[in-house]
């Protein structure tokens, strides 16, 4: 909508560009004027394969996000990791898979060089000249921590094409007050943008009023739906029953459903090969650790608020109880369990579960049944999050800090924000989504494993 998606584009076709670029910069350095040498269609048919795989781990880095055109500070190093990623995956390529002829070394060196600077310089300066067009001036109409959260979002970053000249808090005003303000403000300001929450009681009095407004070239935007496109999340105090009933459907995605469930048992199978690998190693630490348990079970809370049991690797010295918290004074996490958690091998024995078809690699996560029963009575609409299967891992955790340390699960608020993840996945639930998902929980293991 507002959010420069053919910037994002040109950012992944100016990639793709340089990378041939790079490839024809290498062969010109090593083997100009000898072109006999170059061997050219056999390179750019065995770099092609690469450079698609070499995309694949870009998104994964999350070098296709939507932020990605602002945190340039962070580029060097971000852009730097990837392509070391790059390169093991290159030397496995040419070295390990022997498909092509082709084994570069100082032509593969040379490469990965060239095309880091090249995309480097791309990324930091070369978009720029694809110019950021002209912001649309805007008003913004609403209620709730969102309307504050979402102007600022708008007003403080440089990649939205639109600006926000004024704001109305519809719970701060009177609604003969806001008719007289809005409208001098739009003809002041000369807006031709106004984002506001269309279900709001207080604007549908106003409708036949800002229905005259499109005949002044005024353009209308549920704040919503523009919330849930900036932020991959759905704002919680502008929800009501009736954007369940149009946007939630309880209906099975059959070929979604099936593709999930093949890549379930798939993934489980490939997995769980390695996790009877691990054992013994896992099981030595936690015994030696306090010589307690191996496994702890939990009851879950399953698809359609069924109850259903997990298995997970022991990470604290105690288990806890009815999905209430013990504090760490008392129930402290062990050495061997600090690593498990970080890495998420204590996740492991749960594709036990996945196999069983209880839950998923991908959804959203499910409580403790103690705890998950406290949150349905404190929270609004959370029994929706299990309309759909529980799993593993999901949207809210690639999106939310979501790290043993940092999110508590007594927090009502980061459930709050927990919740307003798993609602967008829900809506949104896709195959492609959940590879996104997929690719961007690989990525984040791998930099914990790394730290």
Known sequence: MFLGRRRLLALLIGDVLLFYVALIAVLLLRYFPSVRLMNF?????????????????FLAA?????????????????????QLAN????????????????????????YILISFLLVLLWRMYGIDFLGRGRKQRAILVGRGGELAELGEEINRNPRYNIQFVGAFN??????????????????????????????????????????????????FVDMGKLYEEVFDRIPLTLLRYDWFLENISPQRHSIHDLARRVMDIALSLFLGGATLLLLPFIALAIWLDDSGPVFIKQKRVGEGNKEIEVYKFRSMQRGDENG?????????VTRAGDFLRKTRLDELPQLWSVLKGDISLIGPRPDITGLGVRLMAEIPYYTIR?????????????????????????????TKTRLAYDLYYIKNRSFSLDITIALRTIQTLLSRVGS
């Open 62 to 82: 999350g070098l296709y996000d939507k932020n990605t055109l602002l945190f340039r500070r962070k580029l060097p190093s971000l852009l730097l990791k990837t």
């Open 324 to 332: 209430v918290w013990i504090g760490e004074t008392d129930n402290q």
């Open 170 to 219: 519809l719970d701060k005003m009177h609604a003969r007050d806001f008719e007289e303000e809005f409208l001098a403000e739009v003809k002041k300001n000369k807006v031709s943008v106004v984002v506001l929450d269309l279900y709001n009681e207080k604007i549908e009095a106003l409708l036949p009023r800002l229905y005259n407004l499109l005949f002044s070239g005024v353009r």
């Open 87 to 110: 390169s093991f995956v290159a030397v496995l390529f040419f070295y390990y898979l022997p498909i092509f002829k082709i084994t570069p070394k100082t032509n593969l060196f040379l």
């Open 386 to 414: 299990s309309i759909v299967k529980p799993g593993i891992t999901g949207w809210a955790q690639i999106k939310q800090d979501y790290s043993y340390g940092n999110l508590s699960p007594q927090s009502v608020e980061e």
């Open 41 to 57: 269609p056999e390179h750019v048919l065995a770099f092609s394969f690469l450079i698609a795989v070499w995309m694949v781990i």
